[in-house]
C-alpha cells in the first residue's frame, strides 16, 4: 500500500505505533465531549482505543520517522524528558488539554505515556472538505497554546476517512485534511519539525461503514503527541 504525506517540513515514513497488546489488555479513559463524563464501558473504549491505535502499519518505519524527529529536535536544542518524569509531564499536559477542550466535541484519549486528540470531522471541516472550518479556529488555537507550553512532545497528525466514494478520493482526502490541521498548528507557533502529516484514507475503519453512526466515527483526524526522551 502507497502512502503520501502532507507536510514537506518532514518527509519521513511513520504511523501511530502503538503495541495492540496494549489495548487488548489496558483500558483507555476517555471524556465523553458532550456530557463530561468519563466513560470506559466496552462500546466506548472499544470505538476510542480503535481510533487511537488504527491499525499498526510501517511500525518500523513509524518508530525510526519518530528517532529522527527526536534526534533532531534534542540537537536543536528542545531538552528532552528525563525518563522518571515523562508520566507527570504528560500528565500534566492532558490535564490542560482536557481543561481546554471541554465541550469542543473533542476526544481526550491516554494510553501509556502518549496522548490523542480525536477530532471527528462532522465539527472540524465541511462536507468532502479539507480546509479547516473557521468556527473550529479557536479549538486549535486553544491546542496550539497547550501545545507550545508543552514542547517536548513529537505530534503526529493523521486523516481518516469513511469508504463513501473512490479510495483515491478518500486517500487524498485524508492527506488534505492532516494537512490542513498541522499547518493550521504551524501558523500558530507550533514548531514544524515536531509534526508529521499522513493520510490513512479509508483503510483504518473503527466502526462499520454500513451505518451513518459507524461512517460518522470513521471520519476524524488524529493527533497523537509522543513525548521526547533521549
Not at 39 to 53: D, F, P
Not at 113 to 139: C, E, H, R, W
Not at 179 to 202: C, H, N, P, W
Amino acid at each position: 500500500m502507497s502512502r503520501t504525506f502532507g507536510l514537506n517540513t518532514v518527509r519521513n515514513t511513520g504511523l501511530i505505533a502503538l503495541v495492540s497488546s496494549i489495548f487488548l489488555t489496558t483500558a483507555c479513559t476517555t471524556i465523553d465531549p458532550y456530557t463530561r463524563e468519563e466513560k470506559t464501558s466496552s462500546a466506548t473504549t472499544g470505538a476510542i482505543i480503535g481510533a487511537v491505535t488504527g491499525a499498526v502499519v510501517g511500525a518500523i518505519s513509524g518508530d525510526d520517522s519518530r528517532e529522527r524527529r527526536n534526534r533532531a529536535l534534542i540537537g536543536a536544542g528542545v531538552g528532552a524528558i528525563a525518563g522518571g518524569s515523562v508520566g507527570y509531564y504528560m500528565d500534566v499536559q492532558e490535564a490542560k488539554l482536557r481543561q481546554q477542550l471541554e465541550g469542543t466535541g473533542v476526544w481526550v484519549v491516554r494510553d501509556g505515556d502518549n496522548i490523542t486528540l480525536v477530532m471527528p470531522s462532522n465539527v472540524t471541516f465541511g462536507v468532502d472538505q479539507a480546509a479547516v472550518k473557521a468556527s473550529f479556529y479557536p479549538v486549535l488555537d486553544s491546542v496550539a497554546l497547550v501545545l507550545d507550553e508543552y514542547d517536548k512532545t513529537l505530534i503526529d497528525v493523521v486523516g481518516h476517512t469513511d469508504s463513501t466514494g473512490s479510495r483515491q478520493h478518500n486517500q487524498a482526502l485524508s492527506e488534505r485534511r492532516a494537512d490542513s490541521v498541522g499547518k493550521y498548528l504551524i501558523s500558530q507557533k507550533v514548531v514544524a519539525a515536531r509534526i508529521e502529516t499522513f493520510g490513512m484514507g479509508e483503510t483504518r475503519p473503527v466502526a462499520s461503514n454500513s451505518t451513518t453512526q459507524g461512517r460518522q466515527l470513521n471520519r476524524r483526524v488524529e493527533l497523537t503527541l509522543i513525548p521526547i526522551t533521549k
